[in-house]
């Protein structure tokens, strides 16, 4: 079973389970948004198309998290009239899971998707084991001793600023860590993420401003 939605002046094909990310829409991380603007209801054979929308159609999501999208540059300029205009713009984003297509009028069942057992029994102790690194990591790095975690590799280092959200002392603080390429960054597992987060205290910073697209990018316009 899937649906055709439109929001934010888009149109998105789902099914449940699907995680999506849309324009902006009002709530916190838990909430339930219901999207009623439903173009298309697919279940088999059985297809509902809308005049515009399917009547008593509508889509239930659980509200994952509120993030940014990449920085856009906007320039403009005005020759021989010494106007230049620089702008920076990141476009606010909702990323929602789908939990239900409802048809008939029905409501939400405000059922969300449980963790797996052993997901939700070991994710406690993975936390700790990251968070007990981290700290030793961090207290190299207060005494100035070497703290690398990751290997650096040989020959000059990119210019990790052009990655949105990196500064001259993050980067510093990153080359401190081994990390010295874009294609270091790129190559980020969960893990790396969840440690390297962690050592710097960034409260989700690199899955906020996606390190690793932004990374794969500059490797590829590198090469």
């Not at 998105?12 to 909430?31: F, Q, S």
């Not at 929602?96 to 052993?118: C, D, F, H, Q, R």
């Not at 690398?148 to 002392?169: N, Q, T, W, Y």
């Not at 190559?187 to 906020?208: H, M, Q, T």
Request: hydrophobic letters at 40%; aromatic letters at 4%; a positive charge.
């Amino acid at each position: 079973m899937y649906a055709i939605i439109k929001t934010g002046g888009k149109q998105y094909r789902v099914a449940p389970e699907d995680v999506i990310t849309v324009e902006k829409l009002a709530g916190e991380p838990g909430d339930t948004v219901v999207i009623s603007e439903v173009l298309m209801v697919a279940d088999g054979d059985d297809v509902q198309i809308g005049a515009p929308f399917v009547e008593g159609a509508s889509v239930a999501c659980e509200l994952v998290e509120q993030t940014r999208g990449p920085k856009i540059i906007i320039f403009k300029k005005k020759r021989r009239k010494h106007y230049r205009r620089k702008k920076g713009h990141r476009q606010d984003l909702t990323v929602l899971k789908v939990a239900e297509i409802l048809t008939g009028g029905k409501k939400p069942s405000g059922k969300k998707a449980a963790p797996k057992k052993a997901e939700a029994e070991a994710a406690p102790a993975v936390f700790a084991e990251v968070e007990g690194r981290a700290a030793e990591i961090k207290e190299k790095l207060k005494k100035g001793e070497a703290a690398a975690i990751f290997e650096a590799p040989e020959g000059e280092a990119d210019d990790l600023k052009k990655i949105s959200g990196v500064g001259p002392v993050i980067e510093k603080k990153l080359h401190a860590l081994g990390i010295r390429t874009f294609e270091q960054v790129a190559n980020f597992s969960k893990d790396d993420i969840a440690l390297v987060d962690a050592v710097l205290s960034f409260k989700g910073r690199i899955e906020r401003d996606d390190w690793v697209s932004q990374a794969r990018k500059l490797a590829a316009e590198k090469k």
